[in-house]
């Protein structure tokens, strides 16, 4: 194959997984009149508005809603990755005969999806009246997260010189001062990858947001753009405005993370 | 040394154990039982068998949607496997072609739509197919195929593929990503080898490469597997809790939501929506079976 088509090809998927996005993105910033003119121009002098932008954000929670998202993502991932880290260390570190199934136990969460827990999940957060608040969601994600973490950071922490811990130990250092100042710091590359790897899921969530915590003051932003979509349908502007506030988080994480996401996927962190 | 039990080891796994075990084993278990249950008018449950099951797969009032709901995921998988595994695989073997540039700026970008959330990308593509817009007629237009332009999510007959086509162009980065990490993962010298003996490149993929990454392709055919029995965020976004038009977009997931919860006239039901949580599961644990079955011979054929 030439290097030409090759390109060629490559460049036509690419334009392909793009433009839906690009799409949105300008038309967003166009007057309602543009939008339905002549959808796949750029916006000019003439067109450039953010009406939509002005629309959404008076009308809508977004704000509230971005905040929701944010505070569910990294108090998930802070759990995440500190008890998946410590839970990893213990069962490479330790070698307990019970070790064998746990890793089992927790391989398990892997292959099984946590949505078909759901009838039993909802009444037991009914239960502890947890419904409708933000730690029911930052519990299910955690739990759901966990197994994954374990297993990528076993991995890394096995790679780690056994020198390094026996040599703090003969200085009597104590097995949570090696583990928090020792071995936290050195897994900190690993530690990135999981937690690109658990924000995306987290982060774009449909179904317990949903489920669990559907309330006003609760819903995070997917669940949020979901609802406003479904009210605001015929408001070209409001619709392709809230759809680029959704889109836009998401970009300037990938931006920032993408390195390390390509480097996990690649490097078999999934595997 | 004599090594005394390391306390330690009990609480860095307390934590994990715990929410893990509260949040995910057990609810997943609890609702392996609840599916034995019944709820009668009351809502009260009593220990009803296999009842919810023999409803589930041979009462017509149930049994017509669960099976078109199990049809239609049956389908929705054979897209990804018919078109989004090998555009996957032929878009990873381009990438990993010696020497090509602008091959990481390639594979940042068709990486992108998997991130997004599902909301956002069913809506996307909801208003570049409604004829209201009509970016896509007039897309088509541009090669001369206006005419052939459709509502086609609006169709009973097309509305599951489009929709598996849509969650296609959103996940293909996951099957490109991990084959191209297989493909690289090639060793060189064996490549080299077969160039030395004047082996084509057509040949020396059919027959060397792609051999070398059947467990890729076997790892990645469980993800889709197991995804697409589990999806929800699309239907549901797209075109509601019904699913429509007439059902023809039905998934396990969506109606397994209105199992449980209910919409509009259907009263929603724990214990008949833990049933069909528990037939997702197993057909789940069935794929993943199948493929620890499947690796696990062909680890043994290759010792």
Known sequence: MSTGLLHLTLLAYTVLALFPIVLVLINSLKARDAIFDDPLAFSNAETLSLIGYEKVLAKANVLLYFGNSFTVTLISLGCIVLFGAMAAWALTEYKLRINRWLMLYLAFGIMVPIRLGTVSILSLMVKLELVNTLMALVLVYTAQGLPLAVMILSEFIQQIPKELKEAARCDGVGEFRIFFQIILPLIRPAVATVAVFTMIPVWNDLWFPLILAPSDQTQTITLGVQQFLGQFVTDWNAVLAALSLAVLPVLALYVVFSKQLIKGLTSGAVK | MKRYFPWQAIVFLLPALLIYSAFSALPLLDTLR????????????????????????????????????????????????????????????????????????????????????????????????????????????????????????????????????????????VPLMLIYAALLAVPEEIVDAAVVEGASAWRIFWEIKLPLIYPTLGLVTILTFVGNFNA?????????????????????????????????????????GAAVATMMFLVILCGVAVYFY?????????E
Not at chain 2, 294 to 302: E, N, T
Request: net charge positive.
């Open chain 2, 34 to 173: 609840l599916g034995l249950y019944a709820t009668d008018e009351t809502g009260a449950q009593h220990f009803a068998g296999l009842a919810n099951y023999k409803l589930l797969m041979f009462d017509p009032q149930w049994s017509d949607a669960f099976w078109n709901a199990m049809w239609n995921n049956l389908k929705f998988f054979g897209m990804h496997m018919l078109v989004q595994n090998p555009v996957g695989l032929l878009l990873a073997t381009l990438l990993s072609v010696r020497g090509l540039k602008g091959a990481r700026t390639y594979r940042t970008l068709i990486f992108l739509p998997t991130l997004l959330s599902v909301v956002i990308v069913g809506f996307i593509w909801q208003l570049i197919l409604s004829p209201l817009w009509g970016v896509g007629e007039r897309l088509m237009g541009y090669v001369g195929l206006a005419d052939h332009f459709q509502p086609w999510l609006g169709e009973e007959g097309s509305a599951l593929i489009t929709l598996s086509l849509i969650s296609v162009w959103q996940f293909i980065g």
């Open chain 2, 232 to 272: 929800f965020d699309l239907i549901y976004s797209v075109k509601g809790a019904l699913a429509g038009p007439n059902y023809s977009t039905d998934i396990l997931g969506s109606y397994f939501y209105r199992t449980f919860f209910g919409y509009q006239s259907q009263i929603g039901s724990p214990t008949m």
């Open chain 2, 294 to 302: 499947a690796i696990q011979r062909k680890l043994q054929r290759y």
